[in-house]
């Protein structure tokens, strides 16, 4: 929530893309939300655009 506040009041909401599982959501959703962060982002890689992909503690459970 913190992060979605500051991306927003710098504007850069417009060009960023937000994947998040939270521990509460379900084990199949917490595994493939790494997954579908990586291919978003190595689409815009791949298509010459600029991609950041920041991980936050995968071992939560």
Known sequence: AQLVQILAEGNALEYSILVAATASDPAPLQFLA????????????????????????????
Do not use: T, V, W
Not at 39 to 60: C, P, Q, T, V
């Open 34 to 61: 790494p997954y579908s962060g990586c291919a978003m982002g190595e689409y815009f890689r791949d298509n010459g655009m600029h991609a950041l992909i920041i991980y936050d503690d995968l071992s939560k459970q």
